[in-house]
């Protein structure tokens, strides 16, 4: 088998992965600034209000609403991609 040479650069994205209750999968959502967006998730989570949460990512979604109570989880996932040069 033939080996291919990849060239490019390897570059670091977080995403911040989002469980609600009644879905298997967690939704993805890519912000630059992620940890912010985790850090105000977790508070959100311990708090007893209920409140419309609307999101501006970057990446495939565009914009996503939930409501607070129907999260029960958030992550910080780091992900490495190539960027061809």
Known sequence: MAQQQVQGKIQVRNAVLVFCKDMATPIVLYFDNAQK????????????????????????????????????????????YLVQE
């Not at 985790?38 to 708090?47: G, H, P, V």
């Not at 007893?48 to 999101?55: A, G, I, N, Q, S």
């Not at 939930?66 to 490495?80: H, T």
């Open 37 to 80: 967006i985790y850090d105000d998730l977790k508070a959100i989570i311990n708090s007893t209000e209920v409140k419309m949460l609307e999101f501006e990512p970057i990446g495939p979604i565009r914009k996503a609403s939930i409501l607070s109570d129907r999260i029960v989880g958030v992550a910080l996932q780091e992900e490495r």
